[in-house]
Nanobody, 122 residues
């Protein structure tokens, strides 16, 4: 019922910036915690950043000081501002969101985006 659509990926320069966006749609629902995962070629999927419904954030050590996660509750969206990009940031990035429904009747679950590819290279 709920779909997450990501955008903003592409080719970035080392030291440059990219901004990823993820918007949830598809019904009447509320969003809890949100965040971003990434998976680089030949590497295990890792959590990049998370943000709770109240706005508390956490970051992977590899991106602290460079990436910023934020959300817009009215738009049911989460964003990842990526600054000071490094080649090792190259990966597929996936957003997720905890979804619950007004009025009950349907159990909460975690929705996932389709992924957006980020390549950092000169």
């Amino acid at each position: 019922q709920v779909q997450l659509v990501e955008s903003g990926g592409g080719l970035g320069q080392p030291g440059g910036s990219l901004r990823l966006s993820c918007a949830a749609s598809g019904g009447i629902f509320r969003i809890g915690d949100m965040g971003w995962y990434r998976q680089a070629p030949g590497k295990q999927r890792e959590v990049v950043a998370t943000i709770t419904a109240d706005g508390n954030t956490r970051y992977a050590d590899s991106v602290k000081g460079r990436f910023t996660i934020s959300r817009d509750n009215a738009k049911k969206s989460v964003f990842l501002q990526m600054n000071s990009l490094k080649p090792e940031d190259t990966a597929d990035y996936f957003c997720y969101a905890g979804v619950s429904f007004y009025g009950g009747g349907m159990p909460p679950y975690t929705a996932w985006g389709q992924g957006t590819q980020v390549t950092v290279s000169s």
